[in-house]
């Protein structure tokens, strides 16, 4: 990578809410002089600071939902139905943490109606020819973006740990293409999500299916050549697996406004610092700061 960028593209949403449930199960919320609760915003730092150190990019973005409700529960109301309320001591890290972003000199993306996924998806897409993209997050979902160019780094247990997707070795890892994860979870369904697939069809066959016919289409278009109970299966849950197919689908074309200098990654750590010890009350910002300095 000699002459392109390399842009991080960080899931906000999936860094702050690992760093919260990572000490809030010992009831450790960190609280300030304030009585403002801080150990999302710890972890959020720890697992940010990483992926920059790690990945070495040129330029940074993050990424966020606005609110709970998106174009997908028009679709089916059910969407996501099944998840609770965000912990009381996490609300207030929410805008906490993009103010964290923003005094890293970082663009926060988010756009109302569209999940953080669909703003990372079009980011991706849009720079991808031009730049190298790496896209850091826990969600599988993601994996679907895989492309030349395009790299999901899915993180795993323990801080700096990360499986990391590639167009070269994408198939050798999930044995599907990354498209076809769309049609994986259109078949299965997603219980996280909470959108039921076709009933009675799991990961191991929906994989066997899409083995041996690549799509779903090409599935329904040999639909006579299938078991007896699959046909059967097809035509009672045929609205939803349309259905489950479209929720799976990240959408890359959501109308947000980005400028690739405004992202350039700035090391100038002047204003940070002063943000995460005044304002945050962190007492030794040099553990995040010094190592993104080491590695310039």
Not at 192 to 202: A, E, L
Not at 239 to 261: C, H, N, Q
Request: glycine share 8%.
């Amino acid at each position: 990578m000699s002459d392109k960028g390399h842009i991080l593209v960080v899931d906000g949403m999936a860094l702050l809410f690992r760093g919260f449930f990572a000490t809030s199960f010992t009831g450790n919320f960190m609280h300030n002089s304030k009585g403002v609760p801080r150990n999302g915003l710890f972890g959020f730092l720890n697992y940010f600071t990483n992926s920059m150190e790690t990945f070495q990019p040129t330029h940074v973005v993050c990424c966020w939902d606005m609110g709970s409700k998106t174009f997908r529960n028009e679709l089916y109301d059910g969407y996501k139905s099944n998840r609770d309320a965000p912990p009381e001591e996490l609300i207030p890290q929410f805008d906490l943490a993009k103010e964290l972003v923003t005094a890293f000199q970082v663009p926060n993306i988010g756009v109302t109606g569209f999940e953080a996924d669909d703003c990372i998806g079009t980011l991706a897409k849009q720079l991808h020819k031009e730049h190298e993209v790496t896209v850091v997050t826990g969600d599988q979902d993601l994996l679907q973006l895989v492309d030349e160019n395009i790299n999901i780094a899915i993180m795993k247990k323990g801080q700096g740990n990360y499986d990391v997707f590639t167009a070269d070795n994408f198939y050798e890892k999930k044995s599907l293409t990354p498209r076809q994860i769309i049609d994986l979870k259109g078949l299965m369904g997603d219980s996280s999500d909470n959108y039921p697939g076709i009933k009675g069809v799991g990961e191991k066959t929906a994989m066997k299916l899409l083995q041996q016919y690549e799509t779903i289409d090409n599935m329904l278009a040999d639909k006579e050549n299938l078991t007896k109970g699959m046909q059967k299966k097809l035509e009672q849950y045929a609205e939803d697996l349309e259905m489950s197919r479209k929720l799976a689908a990240i959408y890359t074309e959501v109308p947000l406004t980005f400028s690739i200098e405004e992202a350039l990654f700035n090391k100038d750590f002047s204003t940070i610092h002063s943000y995460l010890q005044t304002e945050l009350e962190f007492q030794n910002p040099g553990r995040w700061l010094d190592k993104l300095q080491a590695s310039s």
